[in-house]
């Protein structure tokens, strides 16, 4: 059994991870401020972890965080694009100087090794296509920027410091507990939501651009790999599914997993977005021994399931007749 602080645990990707670590009997610390995450994302093992309400900008909190801990799991994050493009410093606070916070406090405590969600945005305008690790970085947006120094400090600490580190490249991570209720909120709970409704979703920028959509158990799988793999400290590694749609065909597969057909609305492209993402995995398959177990199918029919669950439980009734719009 390990010491295992989850940074961000109450967020979408992190309260997932929090559930994994629980259910294999790990001795499990979360730290979040609840700015995105939500206290209901814990309800199922409230008891069984203890739970810190707090900042990574404030390096005590951070260090209090830190006693005792074998292994760090650090999703927390602002993790929007188009948020960063409106407020770019909050977010440089957030995930830089957080992040150098947790570093620091993860050296001088000795932890055995931290994984950092990092991110594909780092990737920005590179035409390459499958995106490989040695890609030139061309990031496109505030956020991206934030996480690519998130990979340097990583990288850095592990040269200087001897402290193991492992960046992990998520591409596209959805799933259940992805809320679509805000502004930022990422395309598919968007998308969910509006179908169930029989509501007209948006589209910015003509549909054809395309991602490489990563169900969050397979995201899940690589973080408690990382946590072991032999050859993983000071390596960045790809995590997706090796394939990609696009948000036009990506919407004609949720018609059918909701039952609904609802034409978009187009809107123009937003700023910082990417084109196209498309992960070569094989770095990860050989260095963690990673396979993505939900494929894109089976992960939406997950989410979709979820998210008539949730209107459901809030008594929200939703749209269930094919065709429901133009």
Not at 1 to 6: K, P, Q, T
Not at 237 to 262: P, Y
Not at 290 to 311: A, C, F, N, Q, S
């Amino acid at each position: 059994m390990a010491r295992v602080l989850v940074t961000g645990g109450a967020g979408f990707i992190g309260s997932a991870i929090v559930e994994e670590l629980v259910a294999q009997e790990h001795e499990v610390r979360v730290l979040d401020n609840f700015a995105t995450g939500k206290r209901d994302n814990l309800d199922r093992v409230r008891g069984s972890i203890r739970l810190m309400e707090g900042d990574i900008r404030d390096p005590v909190t951070v260090r209090l965080a830190m006693s005792d801990i074998d292994f760090v799991l650090h999703q927390a994050a602002l993790s929007s694009v188009a948020r960063s493009v409106v407020d770019p410093v909050t977010t440089a606070e957030v995930n830089i100087q957080g992040t150098l916070n947790l570093l620091m406090a993860a050296r001088d405590a000795r932890v055995r090794r931290v994984v950092f969600a990092g991110s594909s945005s780092v990737y920005g305008d590179n035409p390459q296509l499958p995106k490989r690790e040695d890609a030139q970085p061309m990031p496109r947006s505030p956020y991206a920027i934030t996480k690519l120094a998130g990979e340097h400090y990583c990288r850095v600490f592990h040269q200087l410091y001897g402290l193991e580190t492992v960046v992990l490249r998520y591409f596209n991570v959805f799933g259940p507990r992805q809320r679509p209720d805000s502004q930022y909120a990422a395309v598919i709970p968007k998308f969910i939501d509006a179908a169930l409704h029989g509501q007209r979703p948006v589209i910015y920028g003509d549909g054809k651009q395309s991602r490489d959509f990563t169900y969050v158990s397979n995201v899940v799988q690589a973080n408690l790999l990382a946590c072991e793999a032999a050859e993983a400290p000071g390596e960045v590694l790809n995590i997706a599914c090796g394939s990609r749609i696009s948000l036009r065909a990506l919407l004609d597969l949720l018609s059918e997993h909701t039952g609904n057909g609802v034409a978009p609305e187009y809107a123009a492209a937003r700023p910082g977005d990417v084109r196209h993402t498309l992960a070569d995995i094989s770095k990860a398959e050989r260095i963690l021994g990673y396979r993505p177990h939900v494929d894109m199918g089976e992960g939406l029919r997950r989410t979709v399931e979820w998210h008539r669950g949730r209107l459901s439980f809030a008594g929200i009734s939703h749209a269930s007749a094919p065709g429901a719009s133009a």
